[in-house]
């Protein structure tokens, strides 16, 4: 399975835009880049995904590199309910249905 | 509307003893996910079932490691025989079906093996 790299933590202030990277550069034509995040004592949300263009929802942006090897997930106003761990996973939809999980980012968000 | 349902939310069981935890997934969803989490790491996963069928049981450390999904609803997976190595978070997760891209996950098990 392709494997993801990001920072163990960051920091941010409230009410200010987050830059979360991640590197994947061994990622294949058919992986996706999904992004879930894991709040305290809850088990994980899905956050976003994306295959090769940029993407929005509601709740943040994923900004994917031309050459897809490194994505980073943009959140535009940081709240402190956004102070969770952040997963960057590489996802073969069509070889398999299982979420490989590293170890993530860890934001705080400080007020 | 209700999300997935685990229980019991936390377990404590003496070493040897054997556990049961349940998984209520979401209504219609086919897929179900075990997956296990230890203290200061991500998840990881453990078994996958489509409706009642256990497609991939590659993830289950050892064959103390059970899972069931007999009806293609509920699911429960069974630990026998505990040991202090199995203390963790069990989290439960669903989905729509193959290929989906969201899975929903329970707010997971924490067992304590003492």
């Known amino acids: 399975d392709a494997k993801t790299t990001q920072p163990n933590s960051m920091e941010s202030n409230e009410e200010e835009p987050v830059h979360l990277p991640c590197n994947h550069s061994t990622i294949s034509g058919t992986d996706y880049i999904h992004w879930y995040r894991q709040l305290p004592s809850q088990g994980p949300e899905y956050v976003i995904h994306?295959?090769?263009s940029n993407v929005n929802n509601r709740m943040a942006s994923l900004a994917i590199a031309e050459d897809r090897k490194s994505s980073t997930l943009i959140l535009h106003r940081a709240t402190l309910r956004d102070a969770a761990v952040y997963y960057c996973i590489l996802r073969d939809t069509y070889n398999t249905d299982k979420l490989i999980f590293g170890t993530g980012t860890r934001l705080q968000v400080f007020p | 509307g209700a999300g997935v349902s685990q229980s019991p939310r936390y377990k404590v069981a003496k070493r040897g003893q054997d556990v049961a935890l349940r998984c209520d997934p979401i209504?219609?969803?086919?897929?179900l996910f075990w997956y296990q989490q230890a203290l200061g790491q991500g998840p990881e996963f453990l078994t996958y079932?489509?409706?009642?069928?256990?497609?991939?049981k590659s993830g289950l450390p050892s064959d103390r490691f059970f899972a069931e999904r007999p009806e293609g609803s509920v699911s429960t997976l069974k630990i026998q025989r505990t040991q202090q190595e199995d203390s963790a978070v069990y989290l439960c997760?669903?989905?729509?079906?193959?290929?989906?891209?969201?899975?929903?996950f329970g707010p997971g098990t924490r067992l304590t093996v003492t």
């Open positions: 997760a669903s989905s729509t079906g193959t290929g989906d891209y969201e899975q929903y």
């Open positions: 079932f489509q409706n009642e069928a256990q497609l991939d």
């Open positions: 994306g295959l090769t």
């Open positions: 209504s219609g969803h086919v897929s």
